[in-house]
Nanobody, 115 residues
Framework: QVQLVESGGGLVQAGGSLRLSCAAS????????MGWYRQAPGKQRELVAT???????NYADSVKGRFTISRENARNTVYLQMNSLKPEDTGVYYC?????????WGQGTQVTVSS
């Protein structure tokens, strides 16, 4: 059973930082592209950042310059370093991975940024 598990969410004050982790388990095969998405109450899930298997990253305009996505392919782990957090960054953050042509999603981790 292949699954993605997020961790690292929590409550932080505006301007603070959090580091999210997402680890895959149950497979020896490497994921292709991986990414982070988030969803706030009443809003659609939105793309935050993606990273290819070779390490090429892409970011939503709203987080450019503040968030950094990275990965460790040998461990099928993806990270999201979030700096200069804003209240509008609040939401449930989900890890996504392209595993052999299918999208897998984690259960999400809550990030709350207080003002």
């Amino acid at each position: 059973q292949v699954q993605l598990v997020e961790s690292g969410g929590g409550l932080v004050q505006a301007g603070g930082s959090l580091r999210l982790s997402c680890a895959a388990s149950g497979t020896i095969f490497r994921f292709n592209a991986m990414g982070w998405y988030r969803q706030a109450p009443g809003k659609q899930r939105e793309l935050v950042a993606t990273i290819t298997s070779s390490g090429s990253a892409n970011y939503a305009d709203s987080v450019k310059g503040r968030f950094t996505i990275s990965r460790e392919n040998a461990r099928n782990t993806v990270y999201l370093q979030m700096n200069s957090l804003k209240p509008e960054d609040t939401g449930v953050y989900y890890c996504n991975g392209d595993y052999r042509g299918s999208d897998l999603w984690g259960q999400g981790t809550q990030v709350t940024v207080s003002s």
